[in-house]
């Protein structure tokens, strides 16, 4: 009885664990073992007849900013590291620079790239330049992105979640630099952390260890975005995208200064402060790196989640096309590698779906949960019309958490 008491309560869920819980060392160690474990249960599903699924990178920042620190060759070599095959850039503007004709654009070294921007609380992809150009107006902004073909995401819809969205390709579902803002608890203590030599010795050994685990500890499920995404699909299509927010900064070192001090830097500020170092860093030389915190490397931020596409080939109208299309997936690759997975709609009257490995499927319609299920496929029947779009979940150092999100389809008549 005891026992038998003992194995649900290991089997069932427990609450959902704070930053600070994830990244020690007993929880690190437990998510590295699910991931294995995962790893090896996972079975290959093909992708539709005709297509690949490849991953994408949208919104990454190389060589656009004084805050970015990334470069792009850098960012090619993370890309084909991880598997990526499309990089949609997303600069931040500079007046002096044509983000269009004055960037990367098409294959390198196997990767395609395709230049666009981030302003005006979008992302932009346009088919060609529009430096110099003038607009008058949040329409004719839009307009001027989408001529002949050019596509516009809402970005950061967390701060602007009742933004029209009719004239949309899409929107950021999931955004990196979202999530690790909301982290006050351990924002607080990463700062204090920072004063204490021994906590720069204990994150430094974790990085080294756990990097995909550490970085993966501030991912949550960001329920006001998805909220206004089921609003928004209502009325419009709108393609559910990843947003890495990668730039490679988050970097902080702690410098020897003179006999008994050290200084602490970021590569966005100098100088955040000094540290009283201990008897054992004093005799280290005046002027050494004694540890480097380098968070958010672009392999780890491309491992983190992605937008995976369906298309006929790695081309750029292929990879315009699936994402106007929706033919598109958001997953966090770093739990377990998603490619394969598929949700369709089949005979007018089906949702059909599959996963590489068993997960918690959470099957949504016009916003609301109407099934929840243990397994790794689905074929079920359409009892009535609406908007659906489905989550699978992974039981992961003991907490369930978010790993595939579906785009929406749309199910309007029964048969
Ligand atoms: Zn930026
Ligand atoms: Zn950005």
């Known amino acids: 009885m005891t026992a038998l008491l003992l194995i649900l309560l290991a089997a069932a869920p427990a609450r959902k664990l704070t930053t600070l819980e994830r990244v020690q060392v007993a929880n690190l160690e437990r998510v590295r073992a699910d991931r294995q474990r995962l790893a090896m249960e996972r079975r290959r599903i093909p992708p539709p007849e005709g297509f690949r699924d490849v991953r994408a990178i949208l919104h990454c920042h190389a060589e656009d900013a004084a805050h970015t620190a990334g470069t792009r060759p850098e960012l090619l070599a993370a890309a084909k590291k991880t598997g990526v095959s499309a990089v949609?850039?997303?600069?931040?503007?500079?007046?002096?620079?044509?983000?269009?004709n004055d960037n990367w654009r098409g294959l390198r070294d196997g990767v395609l790239f395709i230049p666009g921007s981030e302003a005006e609380g979008f992302l932009n992809y346009p088919m060609r330049s529009i430096h110099g150009l003038q607009w008058s107006s949040r329409d004719e902004y839009i307009s001027l992105i989408r001529r002949d073909g050019g596509l516009i995401f809402l970005s950061h819809v967390e701060e602007r979640?009742?933004?029209?969205?009719?004239?949309?390709?899409?929107?950021?579902?999931?955004?990196?630099?979202?999530?690790?803002?909301?982290?006050?608890?351990?924002?607080?203590?990463?700062?204090?952390?920072?004063?204490?030599?021994?906590?720069?010795?204990?994150?430094?050994?974790?990085?080294?260890?756990?990097?995909?685990?550490?970085?993966?500890?501030?991912?949550?499920?960001?329920?006001?975005?998805?909220?206004?995404?089921?609003?928004?699909?209502?009325?419009?299509?709108?393609?559910?995208?990843?947003?890495?927010d990668a730039h490679h900064n988050q970097v902080f070192t702690l410098t020897k200064r003179d006999g008994r001090t050290a200084v602490i830097d970021s590569f966005e500020r100098k100088n955040l402060g000094t540290v009283e170092?201990?008897?054992?860093?004093?005799?280290?030389?005046?002027?050494?790196?004694?540890?480097?915190?380098d968070f958010d490397p672009y392999e780890v931020s491309f491992r983190n989640v992605s937008t995976h596409l369906w298309v006929k080939s790695l081309t750029e109208p292929e990879v315009r096309e699936a994402l106007r299309a929706g033919r598109a997936y958001v997953a966090h690759d770093w739990l377990c590698d998603p490619t394969g997975f598929r949700f369709e709609t089949a005979a007018g009257n089906r949702l059909t779906a599959a996963s590489p490995v068993r997960a918690h499927f959470r099957l949504l319609r016009d916003g609301e949960p109407v099934l929840e299920q243990f397994t790794d496929s689905l074929d079920w029947k359409i009892p009535s019309p609406g908007v659906y779009r489905l989550e699978l979940w992974l039981d992961v150092g003991g907490e369930r958490r978010p790993w595939i999100y579906s785009n929406p389809t749309y199910a309007t008549q029964q048969r």
């Open 88 to 100: 949609l850039l997303s600069d931040h503007v500079r007046p002096e620079r044509d983000y269009i």
């Open 161 to 244: 979640l009742d933004h029209p969205m009719d004239r949309l390709d899409g929107l950021e579902i999931y955004n990196r630099h979202t999530d690790a803002n909301d982290e006050t608890e351990y924002r607080q203590w990463f700062r204090k952390a920072l004063s204490d030599p021994a906590a720069w010795a204990d994150i430094s050994g974790k990085l080294e260890r756990y990097h995909e685990e550490y970085f993966g500890a501030q991912q949550d499920y960001l329920a006001p975005i998805l909220a206004a995404w089921d609003r928004a699909t209502q009325t419009h299509p709108l393609t559910g995208i990843a947003a890495n």
């Open 277 to 293: 170092l201990p008897e054992a860093l004093r005799d280290r030389p005046d002027g050494e790196v004694l540890y480097r915190l």
